[in-house]
């Protein structure tokens, strides 16, 4: 059975929405994903705005209550009959995070095995078939095949296979 480690944050969890929804309701301001393209989110923001973003991603509830990527659930658990399906996300960066980012993948993934949830900080050392990230340079010295998936901050990467949404990733291993 082939493996696929899938990334949490912009891949099945929307960290940027929740990051936009708090610095608009905090600031008055109404920045949408559209405004971003092509930017990474501290590009297009002001410079004073990063420590509010870095303080966003460090306190313990950001990552409680994320919206869920549509149709990430329904794919991910058809494709778990297929394939060893692994969740590897990088929460080295934000050790308050793993708590929060277990309970939401038990409560939005049930299907999916604990023992399966890899928190890492490089994914390089991921043994796996595929890896369907947004960040490309998680795909860069990943071993396998990387899927890059698209957010706002990678639209002008180049050098992967691509998929725009999940019912991408369905034409990809579930055709």
């Not at 509830?61 to 149709?71: A, G, N």
């Not at 990088?90 to 050790?95: D, E, G, L, V």
């Not at 691509?162 to 291993?173: E, I, S």
Request: charged share 25%; glycine share 6%; aromatic share 12%.
């Amino acid at each position: 059975m082939q493996r696929i480690a899938v990334d949490m944050d912009e891949v099945i969890a929307d960290a940027l929405g929740e990051l936009l929804a708090r610095y608009n309701r905090d600031n008055g301001q109404s920045v949408t994903k559209a405004d971003i393209q092509g930017k990474w989110l501290w590009q297009a923001l002001p410079e004073e705005a990063r420590q509010q973003i870095d303080a966003y991603l460090q306190s313990e509830d950001f990552f409680e209550d994320l919206p869920v990527i549509e149709d990430s659930q329904e794919i991910l658990q058809r494709m778990s009959q297929r394939y060893e399906i692994f969740i590897a996300t990088a929460a080295m960066a934000f050790p308050n995070s793993f708590g929060t980012k277990y309970r939401w993948l038990r409560r939005h993934f049930p299907f999916l095995s604990p023992h399966n949830f890899v928190f890492c900080g490089d994914k390089s050392i991921l043994h796996a078939d595929f890896l369907i990230d947004d960040m490309p340079y998680n795909l860069a010295g990943f071993r396998g095949e990387g899927i890059l998936f698209t957010s706002p901050h990678n639209v002008g990467a180049i050098g992967h296979r691509r998929a725009d949404t999940w019912q991408d990733v369905a034409k990809l291993f579930l055709a």
